[in-house]
């Protein structure tokens, strides 16, 4: 396994790990006969390797594969590559090397559309270069793909940065017509991200080797299989904690969860791409299986995806259940809306 990056502080000899992670998504233009699942686990397993992590299980459906990373997830589909590592690795150094894998061996010469996403980490410092700071990041990303746009929502401790592509020109309006009129082969597409800190001990227990005697206990006994059913789940339960899943459906949709438990720093991270016109179900069994005190939401849909009317009443919700909302943000690209919000715990 690749090297941990567990660090203990000598002050209180509390173990810090940073589980907040550093989220890359590459779609590609639709090419006949182009597939990024040309790519062999043994070229993956190269690209990995600059980014410091390493494979550790893999499953697949019929349209994504799906791999366990010792820090976090990859999912590799015909034309989107999901890129989520945590602590300290490096993703964005191994973006040209998967650009050209792409096109060597994949097919796939044109990128249609970039985000590259995390919350503020914990521990900035602690972080190797360009993750160090998000201009560095953000020109690391436009040395690839040219102009794209930064943005940073929230307040400086809890924000969230975000970059992708640059509409090429003219209003977001007649630019989501244009896409709708030349890329009918694009399908709808959503993703929610749930992204929580400080969390409930008595849960975090269970993602430790001294509580569960393997993952699929703990998948089960924190409710992680009932959140979206029908999932295929590859679950990890790492020694002495810690906890990574994906789950992937016979129609594409991914979910991944990813669970750093230590009471320093505990953090938790859900994310799915699940086609819902009301994400309030989802969420509310997310909130109850993990009970997080602070968390980011955020909502990526397509205008003719079920997410495009979740994202508009997420708008509306200044509160969930006992979370109060502090902070919340719409913003709209060509070909998607945003909808990002920070809730947190009411002051019992
Ligand atoms: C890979 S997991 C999940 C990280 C994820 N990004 C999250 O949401 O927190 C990290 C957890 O596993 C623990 N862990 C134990 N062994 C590890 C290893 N060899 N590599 C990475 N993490 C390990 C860490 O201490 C931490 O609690």
Redesign the pocket.
């Known amino acids: 396994?690749?090297e941990?990056?567990?660090i203990s502080s000598s002050e209180n000899n509390e173990?810090f790990?940073e589980?907040?992670?550093k989220l890359i998504e590459i779609w590609f233009t639709p090419a006949k006969n182009a597939d990024l699942r040309k790519i062999t686990r043994q070229q993956w397993e190269n690209v990995l390797k600059i980014v410091r992590c390493e494979i550790i299980s893999f499953t697949q459906s019929e349209l994504v594969d799906a791999y366990v990373l010792?820090?976090?997830s990859m999912f590799v589909s015909r034309r989107r590559w999901i890129l989520k590592t945590?602590?300290t690795t490096t993703p964005l150094r191994c973006v040209r090397a998967v650009l050209s894998l792409a096109r060597d061996v994949a097919g796939h010469s044109r990128v249609h559309n970039v985000f590259y996403s995390r919350r503020e980490f914990a521990r900035p410092a602690a972080q190797l270069q360009p993750h160090d700071n998000f201009d560095s990041e953000v020109k690391l990303l436009d040395s690839f793909f040219g102009d794209g746009r930064a943005y940073i929502m929230g307040p400086e401790k809890d924000c969230w940065y975000l970059y992708t592509l640059l509409p090429l020109e003219g209003t977001v309006d007649a630019l989501e017509k244009e896409h709708c009129a030349a890329n009918e082969l694009l399908e709808p597409d959503q993703t929610i991200e749930i992204l929580m800190s400080d969390l409930d001990p008595a849960v975090m227990e269970i993602f430790t080797r001294q509580y569960s005697a393997n993952a699929a206990q703990a998948t089960r006994e924190s409710g992680i299989d009932k959140i979206i059913p029908g999932m295929v789940i590859d679950d990890f339960l790492?020694?002495?904690?810690?906890?990574?899943m994906n789950g992937v459906a016979k129609d594409g949709c991914y979910m991944t969860i990813?669970?750093?438990?230590?009471p320093a720093c505990s953090?938790?991270?859900f994310e799915s791409n699940v086609p819902v016109s009301c994400y309030e179900e989802v969420i509310t069994r997310v909130l109850q299986a993990f009970r997080p005190n602070k968390f980011v939401l955020t909502v990526f849909a397509t205008p003719d995806s079920p997410g495009a009317e979740a994202a508009r009443q997420l708008k509306k919700f200044p509160a969930l259940g006992t979370y109060s909302l502090l902070d919340g943000q719409h913003c709209r690209f060509a070909g998607y809306s945003l909808q990002y919000a920070l809730y947190c715990k009411f002051p019992s």
């Open positions: 396994m690749a941990t990056e567990i173990q790990f589980g907040v992670e010792s820090e976090s945590c602590g790492f020694d002495p904690c810690g906890y990574s990813h669970i750093t438990p230590e953090y938790v991270s």
